[in-house]
Nanobody, 122 residues
């Protein structure tokens, strides 16, 4: 069993910053990628940022230059630093990870966090 626990959401004024953290725990052999998605009511969940085990990153165009994703492989943790926040960044943010849960044979499981609400006021 693998769990992702998120923290760091909240209310902030436009132009402010928030830092989201997500920690994976449980029966983990390794973690391939970790990332953050977000969702607003009535719209599909969208990728915000993703980071692989070797540190390669990709970002949604809407957050490039404002958000930074990083990870601590030793602690199975991923961080999303969000700066210059805009009202349109308001959403529930979900942590996502592709976790190796078995070695023989190799088996991966995609795991999601419970979500944390980020609200940016204008």
């Amino acid at each position: 069993q693998v769990q992702l626990v998120e923290s760091g959401g909240g209310l902030v004024q436009a132009g402010g910053s928030l830092r989201l953290s997500c920690a994976a725990s449980g029966s983990i052999f390794s973690i391939n990628f970790m990332g953050w998605y977000r969702q607003v009511p009535g719209k599909p969940r969208e990728l915000v940022a993703r980071i692989t085990s070797d540190g390669s990153t990709n970002y949604a165009d809407s957050v490039k230059g404002r958000f930074t994703i990083s990870r601590d492989n030793a602690k199975n943790t991923v961080i999303l630093q969000m700066n210059s926040l805009k009202p349109e960044d308001t959403a529930v943010y979900y942590c996502d990870a592709m976790v190796q849960v078995a070695a023989l044979p190799v088996r991966y499981l995609e795991v999601w966090g419970q979500g944390t609400l980020v609200t940016v006021s204008s």
